[in-house]
């Protein structure tokens, strides 16, 4: 991956949660009595919240895979596994790939099972 475009994802993705949750502190914050159930879910289930939430969620994903690549490069490498013991060492290109697999596996299903509850 380009160093300058995760770089800008990484920034630009925690702008848009910080956007998102201001959102919905504004929401609790500037209703004038006490929110109630019925409130609560007609606010999340207009239309602009579903958008906003499922554009949030995968900011999010994408926010966390980059930090995870980040230290599946930093630290699952020859060198460094070869600290803890030769054998891990032969393996490291096969424990990272194994790790990016798993937690882009993970962040998929996350991304799915979220937009599967906001839409349905």
């Known amino acids: ?4 475009l995760i770089w800008n994802i990484q920034r630009y993705s925690s702008l848009v949660i910080l956007c998102y949750l201001i959102y919905i502190f504004s929401f609790i914050l500037l209703s004038e009595n006490k929110i109630n159930f019925f409130e609560w879910s007609e606010f ?10 499922s554009i949030v969620f995968l900011f999010l994903v994408m926010h966390a895979f980059i930090g995870l690549w980040t230290i599946g490069t930093d630290y699952l490498t020859k060198r460094t596994l070869g600290f803890l013991n030769r054998s891990l060492s032969e393996r490291a290109s096969l424990i990272r790939s194994l790790y990016f697999m798993t937690f ?17």
Do not use: C, E
């Open 44 to 53: 999340f289930l207009s239309f602009q919240s579903r958008f906003f939430t």
């Open 1 to 4: 991956m380009k160093g300058f």
């Open 104 to 120: 882009g596996f993970l962040g998929f299903m996350y991304l799915f099972l979220i937009l599967y509850i906001i839409w349905i």
